[in-house]
């Protein structure tokens, strides 16, 4: 084994067990349900898919975005370097009779050709590979449309991540570490791989596991409308959602 593939973002993953566990854990009583519809609902706004288009779900894992953008008519192909991930995925396809497409692939390598896909969607990887910018290059490299996927800021209450994380792993010791990102440089490697900024959108201005700690879904949309209506989320909401689409230089 590589030592990059020692890294916890392919080794955490790979457990069957976790993979099982993983929409319980991280969507699991209301206020996981309410922040699922809060993130699904966000990628299809900023998406608007249409029938007959190809998107690619880059870690996909149980299939957060790959079922519902299916379901909104596309053709979809599933991806993650985790096939226990997928595995569960695929389950639930099965069982909502959804018709998805499955491969594992790393992301900082996609066996995919340029171009191929009108969409492509990331969801809560970026902050995880080894590499981040590689997976902005290759996300890229495969969109001949949008390319949407989040991000944790550095300009949100991440910027606080070492106290909180020894917080998080005081109630839950299975928390892993992430990377958090400046706006700015998310912005720089679109440009660089010729994308254009369509969209930046910031979900809740509360950290998510305050939110869990409150418990209660109508409490937390009321106070998230409240800081949106105070223009905070705005300026410090997280995670960020980003929206690009391709556009290439002309006259060159
Ligand atoms: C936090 S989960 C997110 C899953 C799903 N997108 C969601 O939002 O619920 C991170 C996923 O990224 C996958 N992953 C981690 N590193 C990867 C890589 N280098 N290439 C492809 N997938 C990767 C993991 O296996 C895992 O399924």
């Known amino acids: ?87 569960e995925a695929s389950r639930k396809a099965k069982e909502s009779k959804i018709g998805i497409g499955f491969a594992v692939m790393d992301g900082h390598n996609l066996a995919l050709p340029d171009g191929g896909w009108d969409i492509v969607v990331c969801s809560r990887v970026l902050m995880h590979v080894v590499k981040p910018e590689r997976l902005v290059a290759e996300l890229c490299r495969v969109s001949r449309g949008k390319v949407v996927f989040d991000f944790p800021p550095s300009s949100s209450w991440n910027l606080l991540k070492p106290f909180l994380m020894r917080l998080k792993k005081r109630g839950n010791p299975g928390t892993h570490p992430y990377k958090i990102f400046g706006v700015r440089w998310v912005k720089r490697e679109l440009r660089r791989q010729g994308f254009r900024v369509k969209e930046v959108r910031r979900l809740l201005f509360l950290p998510y596991f305050v939110h869990r700690g409150l418990a209660s879904p109508r409490l937390s949309s009321l106070l998230e409308r409240l800081f949106r209506l105070l223009g905070l989320t705005r300026l410090w909401g997280a995670p960020v959602l980003i929206l690009a689409v391709n556009s290439p230089v002309v006259g060159e």
């Open 1 to 87: 084994m590589t030592k990059a593939r020692e890294h916890y973002s392919y080794r955490y993953y790979r457990d069957p067990n976790r993979a099982r566990e993983y929409d319980g854990d991280r969507y699991g009583g209301a206020t996981g349900q309410w922040f699922h519809e809060l993130e699904v609902e966000s990628y299809l706004q900023m998406i608007a898919p249409r029938k007959g288009q190809r998107a690619l779900d880059l870690g996909s894992g149980t299939g957060k975005l790959a079922l519902p953008l299916e379901s909104a008519g596309c053709r979809v192909l599933a991806t993650d370097s985790s096939p226990a991930m997928l595995l």
